[in-house]
């Protein structure tokens, strides 16, 4: 069993951005080349967190406020720490998580009525020292993505947050791109409009040059 701490990879992005896909492939990748890797998701990824999600994702949190609903997905988050992330982590495996604290920021924050000092305190307080090692920003133009999740969802209803309006989801990119600018040394923007297979080779390299060629090196 290895005694070094694994790494801790996180995917973000709007709405209809690929993500699910390019975690499965990384997973996938990761776990050919021999390294014990968990896909895990927020909200969610324990039952207590899984059990806030239905809640949230209902909306049954959104009449209460932004603040309130960045509360929530925060004691997600700490419980989907505790019991999965940093176990994981400390057997020295590869953590995988689609979405975490930067959609906190961009989603909670979108709505313009938070306080940076606030989400600022809320991370350091669930977040800690366990911040992921390297964030991969999948990016495209709001009206792609929107087009791609209503094609995805097919005849199903929108769920609370693709139901937000388009300069919501403006926000949400824009916001995105500031936290990759704020962080380059843990962030890379990657087009999400190329093909599936330009986007996994893209990751791929980020993953290779940023966390196994120093990890293995
Ligand atoms: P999900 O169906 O997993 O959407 P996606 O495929 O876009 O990841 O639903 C998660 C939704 O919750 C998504 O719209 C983003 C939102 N969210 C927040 O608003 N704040 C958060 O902290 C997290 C983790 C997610």
Redesign the pocket.
């Known amino acids: 069993m290895s005694t070094t701490r694994g790494r801790f990879i996180t995917f973000e992005g709007g ?1 209809g951005a690929g ?2 896909t390019q975690v499965r492939k990384l997973v996938a990748a990761l776990q050919a080349r021999g390294i014990e890797t968990v896909a895990t ?3 969610g990824g324990s039952p207590n967190a899984e059990a806030l999600r239905e809640a ?2 209902a909306g049954l949190v959104a009449p209460l406020g932004p603040a309130a ?1 960045a509360l929530v ?1 925060s004691a997600a988050r700490i419980d989907h720490l505790d019991k999965l992330i940093r176990p994981a982590l400390a057997r020295g495996a590869f953590v995988v998580c ?3 604290a930067d ?2 920021r961009a ?2 924050g979108a709505s313009g009525k938070l306080a940076d000092s606030f989400i600022d305190g809320l991370e350091a307080i669930t977040v800690g020292d366990t911040q992921p090692d390297l964030t991969l920003i999948l990016d495209l133009p709001v009206e792609e993505g929107l087009a791609r999740a209503s094609k995805r969802r097919g005849g199903g209803e929108v ?1 609370r ?2 139901a937000e309006d388009v300069s919501f989801h403006r926000a949400l990119r824009q916001s995105f791109l500031a936290i990759a600018a704020a962080h380059p040394e843990r962030c890379v923007v990657i087009d999400a409009t190329q093909p599936m297979d330009i986007v996994a080779a893209g990751i791929w390299r980020a993953v290779e040059q940023r966390l196994l060629e120093r990890t293995q090196a």
Do not use: A, H, I, M
């Open positions: 709405e993500k699910s998701r927020e909200p949230l994702l609903e997905f689609d979405r975490f959609s906190t989603y909670q769920d947050f693709e």
